[in-house]
């Protein structure tokens, strides 16, 4: 361990922290191991098989002359929220380079479909002193911007002792990961302190942060900003012919375990039956959920097949990436996931918001308490805390598309509110990032 990353794991008093210091051992000692282990990830669909050297902190591409901010999401969600910070970073400052990080498979597929031209694009490096000395040793990052809550401890550290200024916005820690932290304080003191900036995503988080001995000095969802999700204009209309005069509704997101109580909701609902677009969160689950529900009696057309839709079809699998917005302007109802099964925290409401759609959601909505509770205020959004509740909203909507276009336009003012959160952030960022050339 080189004397840089040395100094990162200490606390105020110039005194080691063990369990830092424990761990960046540890993972210098599995450094030996993590070829093979990624190869054994790429098997099993959770690596990119053909970049796995960014994984060990090997670039792909050349890094450009100048200033390059680094910002980091874990998945999906996370990364999707960075996309407004990334376009409006560029907008008002064009003479630095963007570096956009990102842990799945999954995440990096839809972030190439949705960086901005220019934008660059790698893997995170595994957290092993040698990944992160590479990394960083070729990107020289002036700021790292992580969103929400995924804390490598070896690559801040290492950031940090390289003299990166380093912002964790739209922190979230859930109660599971205080308790976690709150068993090693001299740590989580250490590791947020590294942080020149930290916004949390609400009070609740802020609070928790402080009592791990953070200092949280303002909130922060970029969640809430965001422009309407892109769409294929010809494909829409296309798909618009071929669903006819039917009613959709659309099941967002879906996971295990939910899919089954949601279409058992429309299996409920009154003639003439509406056309059911299902989107499942992982579109690797699609041929797995086409065959179920082949084989309870479902007339289904599995998009990522290239089968059509039909006016015989009951069940859209729309198990592609990147089209959700595309999906969404389909429909006439939204039934979000997410909610239904117990542990995933619901997912996020502010996207068919900003396109005026009605939306239904489950009873779990921990990962967007602020944005439902902000809709459920302004009458915005309905929940069903039931199966029985979600057949008769869906039933509501279809029957009431006056009242349902109401609802959604109030969820499309509450979506366009909360675009305001993006000069916040630009506001609280700008202190960090390096001075223009003259």
């Known amino acids: 361990m080189d004397h840089g990353s040395e100094s990162g794991l200490r606390t105020g008093r110039g005194r080691p922290?063990?369990?830092?210091?424990?761990?960046?051992?540890?993972?210098?000692?599995?450094?030996?191991?993590?070829?093979?282990?990624?190869?054994?990830?790429?098997?099993?669909?959770?690596?990119?098989?053909?970049?796995?050297?960014?994984?060990l902190g090997r670039a792909s591409l050349p890094r450009q002359p100048g200033p390059l901010i680094w910002l980091h999401g874990a998945s999906v969600g996370e990364t999707l929220s960075l996309l407004p910070l990334v376009e409006a970073l560029r907008r008002e400052r064009p003479d630095i380079a963007l570096l956009v990080t990102s842990g799945t498979v999954t995440s990096t597929r839809l972030l190439s479909l949705r960086l901005p031209a220019g934008v660059i694009h790698?893997?995170?490096?595994?957290?092993?002193?040698?990944?992160?000395?590479?990394?960083?040793?070729?990107?020289?990052?002036?700021?790292?911007?992580?969103?929400?809550?995924?804390?490598?401890?070896?690559?801040?550290?290492?950031?940090?002792?390289?003299?990166?200024?380093?912002?964790?916005?739209?922190?979230?820690?859930?109660?599971?990961?205080?308790?976690?932290?709150?068993?090693?304080?001299?740590?989580?003191?250490?590791?947020?302190g590294v942080f020149d900036l930290i916004l949390a995503q609400d009070e609740v988080s802020r609070q928790r942060i402080a009592r791990l001995g953070g200092r949280a000095t303002g909130e922060l969802d970029l969640k809430k900003a965001g422009a309407p999700l892109p769409c294929d204009e010809a494909e829409l209309a296309r798909l618009k012919a071929a669903a006819g005069r039917r009613s959709v509704?659309?099941?967002?997101?879906?996971?295990?375990?939910?899919?089954?109580?949601?279409?058992?909701?429309?299996?409920?609902?009154?003639?003439?039956?509406?056309?059911?677009?299902?989107?499942?969160?992982?579109?690797?689950?699609?041929?797995?959920?086409?065959?179920?529900?082949?084989?309870?009696?479902?007339?289904?057309?599995?998009?990522?097949?290239?089968?059509?839709?039909?006016d015989q079809v009951q069940i859209y699998l729309a198990d592609t990436l990147g089209e959700l917005g595309l999906m969404f302007r389909l429909a006439q109802v939204v039934v979000m996931g997410g909610g239904f099964a117990g542990g995933v925290g619901g997912h996020n409401p502010l996207e068919p918001a900003r396109l005026a759609l009605p939306i239904i959601a489950g009873p779990d909505t921990a990962n967007f308490r602020e944005a439902y509770a902000g809709l459920a205020a302004d009458q915005a959004v309905l929940m069903a805390h039931n199966p029985a509740e979600l057949v008769e909203h869906?039933?509501?909507?279809?029957?009431?598309?006056?009242?349902?276009?109401?609802?959604?336009?109030?969820?499309?003012?509450?979506?366009?509110?909360?675009?305001?959160?993006?000069?916040?952030?630009?506001?609280?960022?700008?202190?960090?990032?390096p001075e223009p050339e003259t």
Request: with cysteine; glycine share 6%; net charge positive.
């Open 17 to 55: 922290v063990v369990m830092l210091k424990l761990y960046s051992l540890a993972m210098g000692a599995l450094q030996p191991l993590a070829p093979t282990i990624l190869r054994m990830r790429a098997r099993a669909g959770k690596e990119d098989p053909e970049r796995l050297g960014e994984r």
């Open 122 to 192: 790698q893997y995170v490096p595994l957290d092993t002193p040698a990944n992160a000395r590479r990394f960083l040793k070729h990107w020289r990052p002036s700021v790292a911007i992580f969103v929400e809550s995924e804390l490598w401890p070896v690559l801040l550290l290492r950031a940090k002792a390289s003299g990166v200024k380093l912002a964790l916005v739209g922190a979230r820690l859930s109660e599971a990961s205080l308790r976690g932290w709150a068993k090693a304080p001299d740590a989580a003191r250490a590791l947020l």
């Open 249 to 310: 509704v659309i099941a967002a997101s879906t996971h295990p375990g939910e899919d089954e109580i949601i279409i058992g909701a429309f299996a409920a609902l009154p003639a003439p039956a509406p056309l059911l677009i299902l989107v499942p969160r992982h579109p690797e689950r699609g041929s797995a959920l086409a065959a179920a529900l082949r084989e309870n009696g479902w007339r289904v057309a599995q998009r990522s097949c290239g089968e059509p839709l039909t």
């Open 394 to 433: 869906i039933g509501q909507f279809l029957a009431d598309p006056v009242r349902a276009s109401q609802i959604g336009q109030r969820a499309k003012a509450f979506a366009v509110r909360g675009d305001a959160v993006l000069d916040a952030a630009l506001d609280a960022l700008r202190p960090l990032l």
